[in-house]
């Protein structure tokens, strides 16, 4: 029997034979008995596959390792030699290859089974690095770990964050359409694509400049031109300690474009720097709305439309008849509003000094959400 092993193993390529364990023995036994596979000798199958999996085999070479003994051991069977007539040797075949295919089964389950821990198991690390990468704990262990998923986080990388209608979960549609298509287009493992509660999120080294564009483009062919959805883009930061960096101004970035209602889908931290500043002074800031906009609440109706046409109108270039088309009404509507807002504040826009705290102010009122977190 221990030379019909190694024949089988040579027979399938090389699988090691020691994965037989016992098996030659149990077909031998089977042979005589004409009985099934006892659940204990199934079990030891399914440890098999599953320590075939543990060792790299594929499923399919522990499985033609055992089909190969099975046939190489036929003629050496005990039942096999002792049987006298052809229905003896039919009845001896029978209960050999139902318990080949009862073993094979077995096998199949347990390796299965193990490459599904496998997986989950290699889920769970991903998860728990991710978190730690992007909430900046364990710095210390991050690069080495990182370098298990194909990121070098001694350069400098970028992320990229996308807030949609909808959070994006691992392993949902949209998360597994963009990480597949961006890894066919890019052709690289320095790219991870991951989520971070709800956020889709993309860390690319800074010397990968075509990643974030490909990278909306991908999130745009996934979620659609009609959703709501935007994309956030940090400043590039080196060390482990840099992802977390850019990503919280990803995060900040995507904070200020929807308070602000900013026009398209990307939106820079480093275009946003001004709005930073303005935030950093949060008590200034408060101040600053506080007594400039503060006289609007007098106004019938309430505040809102006012700040409404001076957000457009400085958008607009401080061009009345541009304003009046995003808002849809008429010139002399907005001309009327500007005036009513001199009135009760007493700021001008056609002053350039006092234009810039209403400007400045306007901007604050959205970042802050303010009248409502006024009130």
């Known amino acids: 029997m221990a030379g019909i092993a190694e024949r089988a193993s040579a027979d399938a390529q090389g699988v090691p034979a020691d994965l037989l364990d016992g098996y030659l023995a149990e077909l031998d036994e089977v042979s005589t008995t004409r009985q099934p596979l006892r659940p204990d000798r199934l079990r030891v199958r399914r440890e098999v596959g599953a320590r075939a999996a543990e060792r790299g085999v594929s499923l399919h070479g522990v499985i033609d390792l055992h089909l190969s003994a099975t046939w190489l051991a036929w003629r050496s069977l005990s039942g096999v030699r002792r049987a006298t007539g052809a229905d003896a040797v039919r ?33 769970s690390f991903r998860r728990e690095f991710v978190d730690d990468l992007l909430d900046g704990r364990n710095l210390g262990q991050l690069a080495e770990r990182a370098e298990r998923f194909g990121l070098r986080l001694a350069g400098s990388n970028v992320v990229a964050a996308v807030r949609s209608a909808h959070p994006v979960v691992d392993g949902g549609a949209v998360f597994r359409a963009v990480e597949t298509s961006l890894g066919l287009r890019l052709d690289s493992r320095d790219v991870l694509v991951t989520t971070k509660e709800g956020l889709l999120v993309c860390v690319a080294p800074e010397a990968m400049t075509d990643v974030p564009d490909e990278f909306v483009r991908q999130v745009a062919a996934a979620l659609g031109p009609d959703s709501a959805w935007r994309v956030g883009l940090g400043r590039a ?25 900013l026009p398209g889908r990307l939106h820079k931290a480093v275009d946003l720097l001004v709005y930073r500043v303005l935030l950093r002074d ?19 109706g309430g505040p809102g439309p006012l700040l409404d046409t001076l957000a457009s109108y400085f958008a607009n270039g401080q061009v009345a008849a541009a304003c009046a088309r995003e808002l849809h009404l008429g010139v002399r509507t907005v001309t009327y509003r500007l005036q009513r807002v001199a009135e009760l504040t007493g700021y001008h826009v056609e002053d ?23 009130d």
């Open 352 to 374: 350039h000094a006092q234009a810039l705290s209403l400007h400045v102010a306007v901007l604050g009122a959205k970042l802050l959400d303010w009248p409502s977190s006024a």
């Open 237 to 261: 930061h080196s060390g482990p300690g840099g992802v977390v960096r850019s990503f919280e101004q990803a995060r900040h970035a995507l904070d200020i474009a929807e308070r602000l209602g």
């Open 91 to 123: 009845a001896a075949g029978e209960a050999v290859f139902k318990a080949a295919d009862a073993a094979v089964t077995a096998i199949a389950e347990g390796y299965e089974e193990a490459q599904r821990w496998s997986v989950r198991q290699e889920e």
């Open 282 to 300: 949060r008590a200034a800031l408060e101040n600053l709305v506080s007594v400039v906009l503060e006289p609007l609440r007098g106004a019938r």
